[in-house]
């Protein structure tokens, strides 16, 4: 909700989204990182036809000299009474997504790079949570403007709203996800030291002796008999010797 | 001279054989496959081993008569049938199959994705029903797999035969039997068959025709394609005096993959590498069955991955799978829709089937750690050391009685000989020779017969005295794995019950519901078939999967596009004939219910080509490069939902 307001009070303040570029070093890396990511987010999806008729209608005026701060703006009222504010808001912002997308990406680089302990500490879930509640203010308002009276426009903004659920489902789906592998992680811990303690018995045989002792049994049958098959073999070996020497005197 | 080849003729043909087999395996050849996981199916194993591991004691008397009675690589007389050590060699047959079947699962699963190798262990079952047949204890089989891989090694039962040519396991002797299937669709003309051991291809044939009917009737009547098959030497066994078919086979040795053929491997014996057997029991991680046998194995099953579509081969098994948990999401899973709100829920299920996969991954590996790491395998290799020094002993003693055998029957031959030699110095050689001969012939021939007796009473006394063993040996794997199947079945169900309430918890409607009855039909059979997919008035009407099957058994499958209930537009058909043995597979563009435009064709025993058709009459050779394929994935149809 607080990114509602942030959005409302730069839609407002016109030229705050603009400044999201130029006066984040007021802001800790880990709010411009999520500002940042904000702006990547809410402009995902929106194409050239939505862009231009949104800033044709709502062209932003000159930005102010001071930022102003997200947080003085709290009223969730602010998106409801004033829609106006927030499509010169959002057209502004739609600008810097669509033109200065790979800044903008540069500069989350850079972030992460910089202070990745704070960057780590950005929820995704939350930053994903803020892009789907201002996306569907924003597919709203412009509902609300009548600009998608022209079929193109309508056609975009439903692209827009298709890829706002996506997003939605996308993170039910991470969430789903984490939840599933926890139980899952769970269930195979649980079962596995079962059959863990299970196997231990096994392992722990102690009738070893009595096993051997049947290979051994086994065995008995043809062990100890190789003198007389050795005896077999000589008396063989003397009676083969002779015949290759009869063999082998020529016949004259 | 004739004596010299004489006692050549004797040793090579002597009485008794030297229990010897090959030293590689014709896999050996097999050249080595990269195999990646296929995207489009990350919820699916790669591959599911399913080996025998159990008896039940119903089925005991007539597994070992099936046996006796279905011995591969000769007859067994039947005084042997009811011998005790008939049913012991039955009962190894489990036990080793256990053992060896690890060596196959430790090799592909380290050569093949992370948590993509499965075991599936069976227990041999007999019922009025099913007759002689097998299930699988743990639910692995319920995870859709690319490739499906029976294997159990084989022995002849009557043991007396031990040291001649019949096929045997025992010792460092390993006689491997096993199928490659994969689903079939996956392989339409051969019903998913790719290898097959020679012996075991009618039967498994037969069986996997027969697991397609049974699922074809239950889609037909409107419910889930379920259905078992056991394990293919088991129908093979239970199948007695059934005739080989002539089904369209190859050698191991061709091309894989060109033609729909299926490749026949040969029984082999395989001997592995005495060094290693002499001292198994601390050499056995160098695994000389792996070495001799499995690491070609793995690498010919890596190139059958290769061969088959992944998308195609588990369509069918993927919608069955979430038939199991989501029969609305089950329904329009045919129609391979790519509206957000289906992928939704598809990415859901799907991921359900894979943490379900994870968890049955994670049995299979406690099962190899129990089997082969554990006290099970530690004992199998006692034994296996034990049988291979017996058969040292053996060998050495055949050489013996081939050599006195020989040398008997050499010294009568040089007694006529010496008859009608006239010379002084061989009469005296002969004479001196016929008379150490006439003494040592006679000596010589009783103990040629001696020593064939002796080995006949050491096979029987060693495998009666290794009973007791190999009987642990059973009683503790039946225990063991007992204790499984029911910690792992409460474990998975209790698993399944929380996943599926998380699962219900979080799904959104789709939207639509495509479980209404809607006719199918095909100018191919006259009959009314059944529509799972977009429907208008009662006819198929969009995208979805429709089966058709006729009193005689003939059937017509078509997964993609229809109208007014026939298929057109881009489709894949399988078509089975009365009469026919094996299926003809069509994908392409229809019209009407008939192949109209490029087509690709496969029929058994030829490779796919590419054919024209017009109105469902082949025109002509077509160019590949105008042919539109059916895509298989969840989302293959690609258009949204209304």
Redesign the interface.
């Known amino acids: 909700m607080r990114v509602l307001v942030w959005l409302a009070g730069c839609m407002l303040a016109a030229g705050v989204a603009a400044d999201i570029l130029s006066v984040n070093d007021t802001l800790t890396p880990r709010e411009q990182y999520r500002r940042l990511s904000l702006v990547l987010l809410i402009g995902e999806g929106v194409n050239e036809t939505l862009y231009h008729s949104l800033h044709s209608a709502y062209s932003p005026p000159q930005p102010q000299d001071e930022p102003v701060n997200p947080d003085e703006l709290r009223s969730p009222l602010l998106r409801i009474v004033d829609q106006d504010s927030m499509l010169t808001g959002t057209s502004h912002l739609f600008r810097i997504a669509v033109e200065h997308g790979p800044e903008v990406a540069r500069r989350l680089r850079a972030l992460d790079e910089g202070y990745p302990e704070d960057i780590q500490r950005v929820s995704l879930a939350a930053l994903q949570e803020d892009a789907i509640l201002v996306r569907m203010a924003i597919a709203d308002s412009i509902g609300w403007s009548g600009l998608d009276a022209d079929e193109d426009v309508s056609q975009a903004l439903a692209v827009y709203r298709?890829r706002t659920?996506?997003l939605r489902?996308l993170l039910?789906?991470e969430q789903?996800?984490q939840?599933?592998?926890r139980?899952?992680a769970e269930?195979?811990a649980?079962?596995?030291s079962?059959?863990?303690a299970?196997?231990r018995m096994?392992?722990d045989?102690v009738?070893d002796d009595t096993?051997?002792r049947?290979?051994r049994?086994?065995?008995?049958?043809?062990?100890g008999?190789g003198a007389l098959?050795e005896d077999?073999?000589r008396?063989?070996?003397?009676?083969?010797n002779?015949?290759v020497?009869?063999?082998s005197?020529p016949?004259? | 001279?004739i004596?010299?080849w004489l006692?050549l003729a004797l040793l090579v043909s002597g009485c008794a054989g030297t229990a010897k087999g090959r030293d590689r395996s014709l896999y050996q050849q097999a050249a080595a496959a990269p195999v990646d996981a296929d995207p489009r199916v990350g919820s699916d194993a790669l591959v599911i081993i399913r080996y025998p591991a159990m008896i039940h004691a119903d089925a005991e008397t007539l597994y070992v008569s099936s046996f006796a009675v279905n011995a591969i690589g000769g007859e067994v007389p039947f005084a042997q049938y009811g011998k005790p050590q008939t049913a012991r060699m039955a009962q190894s047959l489990v036990a080793k199959s256990s053992y060896y079947a690890m060596s196959l699962y430790r090799e592909l699963r380290d050569s093949l994705p992370e948590h993509t190798v499965l075991l599936s262990p069976h227990i041999i079952e007999w019922n009025e029903e099913r007759q002689l047949h097998s299930r699988p204890i743990l639910a692995t089989e319920q995870v859709p797999s690319v490739l499906t891989v029976d294997f159990n090694i084989y022995t002849f039962p009557d043991v007396n035969e031990m040291m001649d040519a019949p096929p045997l396991t025992f010792g460092d002797l390993v006689t491997p039997l096993f199928t490659v299937k994969t689903s079939a669709w996956g392989r339409p003309p051969l019903e998913g068959l790719v290898i097959a051991s020679q012996p075991l291809a009618s039967a498994s044939f037969r069986q996997a025709k027969a697991l397609t009917e049974q699922q074809l009737s239950a889609r037909l009547e409107g419910f889930p394609a379920m259905g078992q098959s056991s394990l293919d030497f088991i129908a093979f066994l239970a199948e007695r005096s059934q005739p080989a078919l002539p089904l369209p086979l190859q050698s191991p040795g061709a091309t894989p993959g060109r033609q729909a053929t299926l490749e026949a491997y040969p029984v082999e014996k395989i001997q592995m590498d005495g060094q290693l057997m002499v001292n198994l029991e601390e050499t056995y991680r160098s695994d000389p069955f792996t070495r001799d046998f499995v690491a070609g194995a793995t690498r010919r099953v890596r190139q059958a991955l290769n061969q088959v579509d992944h998308a195609q081969a588990t369509f069918f098994a993927r919608q069955a799978a979430l038939a199991r948990f989501d029969e609305e999401l089950a329904h329009v899973f045919f129609i391979r829709s790519s509206d957000?709100r289906v992928?939704?829920r598809l990415?859901?299920a799907e991921?359900?089937v894979r943490?379900e996969r994870?968890?049955l991954v994670?049995?299979s590996e406690?099962v190899y750690?129990?089997t082969y790491e554990?006290?099970?395998g530690m004992?199998m290799r006692?034994?296996i050391e034990?049988e291979y020094?017996?058969l040292e002993?053996?060998r050495?003693?055949a050489r013996?009685q081939n050599?006195?055998a020989a040398?008997a029957a050499?010294?009568m031959a040089?007694t006529i000989?010496g008859a009608t030699?006239t010379?002084t110095?061989?009469t005296a050689?002969?004479a001196?020779?016929t008379g150490?001969?006439l003494v040592?012939?006679v000596?010589?021939m009783n103990?040629s017969f001696d020593?064939r007796a002796?080995s006949e009473?050491?096979s029987e006394?060693?495998v009666a005295?290794?009973a007791?063993?190999f009987e642990?040996q059973m009683s503790?794997q039946v225990e063991?794995l007992e204790?499984?199947e029911i910690?792992?079945a409460r474990?998975?169900a209790?698993?399944r019950n929380?996943?599926l309430t998380?699962?219900q918890s979080?799904i959104r409607s789709m939207g639509m519901d495509t479980r209404a009855e809607c006719d199918f039909r095909s100018p191919e059979l006259d009959a009314v078939g059944r529509w799972y997919g977009e429907c208008r008035d009662g006819a198929a009407f969009g995208q979805g999967y429709g089966i058709i099957m006729a009193a005689s058994g003939a059937s017509v499958e078509y997964l993609g596009a229809a109208e007014r209930g026939l298929a057109d537009g881009t489709g894949g058909m399988l078509i089975r004939r009365q009469g026919a043995r094996t299926a003809t597979y069509l994908e392409g563009e229809f019209r009407a219910g008939l192949p109209n435009g490029v087509l690709r064709v496969e029929r058994a025993g030829e490779s796919a080509r590419w054919r024209e058709y017009r109105a469902g009459d082949d025109v002509g050779r077509a160019d590949s490069s105008r042919w539109a394929g059916l895509d298989f994935s969840s989302a293959g149809a690609g258009q949204t939902l209304p």
Request: charged share 25%; glycine share 6%.
């Open positions: 298709a659920l996506e489902n039910e789906y789903f996800n939840e599933l592998g139980m899952t269930a195979i649980s079962v596995g079962k059959l863990d299970y196997q096994f392992d045989e009738q096993f051997d049947h290979i049994s086994a065995e008995r049958p043809y062990q008999r098959n077999a073999a008396v063989a070996e003397e009676v083969m002779g015949v020497l009869s063999e005197q016949v004259p | 001279m004596l010299g006692s957000e992928l939704a990415r859901l991921a359900l943490a994870e968890f994670a049995q406690t750690q129990g554990g006290d099970f004992k006692k034994i034990a020094r017996m002993e053996r050495r003693l013996v050599m006195t040398v050499l010294a040089g000989y030699v010379t110095a061989s050689m002969v001196s020779l150490l001969s040592g012939s000596w010589a103990r020593a002796e009473e050491i006394a060693f005295r290794m007791p063993a642990r503790v063991w204790s499984r910690i792992t474990g998975f209790e698993f929380k996943t998380l699962y979080r």
